[in-house]
């Protein structure tokens, strides 16, 4: 899938955006006790932050867990240390997990699966149509190529290109000190 391509944002794209030190500082700015999902969680680490911080009414974790001994394992126990019945395992792809929620479902979107281009689209496409009206898209690796493990990411670009099909604006935009940034997307 891929939307038309453009590479300059527009201002009105970033009228209202704010910058963040972290993605910390913007899982902050969530609601509280809302219902939201991460797609990609690795090793829970990430999910332990939201958790604390948002205190979800209901959480989706998706992953695929390629490596079960080490991935899965360490979700199951957040899960079971946070002593939530609340929190949802889904082993599925994000695309398959978000075409099996119902639209409006969700007050925001943590989106950390596939970074490349094709897959981030798609999930931005999918997320738009079950985070609510006035819900976040938010996600993580906002960059066009990661130093550290060699790889071109598609985030940025298809980032970019979601905003110039959609009626969406860039809210917040974070600058961590590892250079993995963030972003969070709220519809117009």
């Not at 700015?29 to 209901?58: N, T, Y």
């Not at 360490?74 to 949802?88: E, M, P, V, W």
């Not at 960059?143 to 809210?171: M, P, R, S």
């Amino acid at each position: 899938m891929v939307l038309h391509p453009t590479q300059e944002l527009k201002k009105s794209h970033l009228q209202n955006c704010k910058v963040l030190p972290t993605r910390v500082d913007l899982i902050q700015r969530m609601p509280q006790d809302s219902i939201g999902a991460e797609l990609g969680i690795w090793d829970a680490e990430f999910s332990r932050v939201i958790s604390k911080i948002i205190k979800p009414q209901l959480f989706y974790l998706v992953d695929t867990w390629i490596d079960m001994d080490l991935e899965e394992r360490l979700t199951d126990n957040f899960i079971k240390r946070s002593k939530n019945s609340n929190y949802i395992k889904r082993k599925q792809t994000s695309e398959s997990f978000l075409n099996s929620l119902d639209d409006e479902t969700l007050d925001w979107v943590y989106i950390d699966a596939a970074h490349d281009y094709e897959s981030v689209v798609k999930d931005l496409i999918l997320s738009k149509d079950k985070v609510k009206d006035d819900g976040y898209i938010m996600g993580h690796d906002y960059i066009n190529y990661d130093y550290i493990n060699k790889f071109d990411y598609g985030v940025k670009q298809a980032v970019h290109d979601f905003l110039h099909n959609y009626d969406y604006e860039i809210i917040y935009l974070t600058l961590d000190w590892n250079g993995y940034y963030s972003y969070c997307l709220k519809r117009k």
